[in-house]
């Protein structure tokens, strides 16, 4: 029976691969302390489904990825909170399958946490002062 099983399992693993690379995320909503980012499915899943995907953040200014998110099943989007207002940051994203992750996408834009309103914000102060 344990020679089946070996035997089962070397074929599962012989034939499912990690999954290609995920497109390159891109920020469609924000805030001074999360970014919610999208991204394209990776052409490939390697052979088995795309059971989720694991989002990667860096400062810009440094060399190391860390995992800040993971997101269940075949959804390409997620959110990313405790980011800290005013510093630049990227976002990579990897798909997942049986197999484990796969190659990380290309690195997004460079992103500054910051107000989604600060404009907003400014304009309203500035109106405000002038009739003070």
């Keep these: 029976m344990s020679i ?24 469609i909503d924000y805030d001074r302390d999360f970014v919610e980012l999208q991204w394209s499915r990776p052409e490939e899943d390697g052979g088995s489904p795309i ?7 860096r400062d810009k200014y440094s060399p190391t990825w860390e995992k800040c998110a993971e997101i269940d099943g075949d959804t390409n989007r ?3 909170d405790d980011l800290v207002e ?4 990227e976002f990579r994203v990897r798909a997942v399958n049986k197999a ?11 992103h500054i946490a910051r107000p989604k309103n600060r404009k ?13």
């Design 4 to 27: 089946l099983c070996f035997h089962i399992f070397y074929i599962i693993l012989f034939f499912v691969d990690e999954p290609g690379k995920p497109g390159t995320p891109e920020v």
């Design 51 to 57: 059971t989720g995907y694991i989002i990667e953040k």
């Design 78 to 80: 997620g959110r990313v």
């Design 86 to 89: 005013g510093t630049p940051y």
């Design 100 to 110: 484990g992750p796969g190659e990380a996408s290309e690195a997004s834009k460079s």
């Design 120 to 132: 907003h914000l400014q304009s309203i102060y500035q109106i405000l002062c002038t009739y003070i």
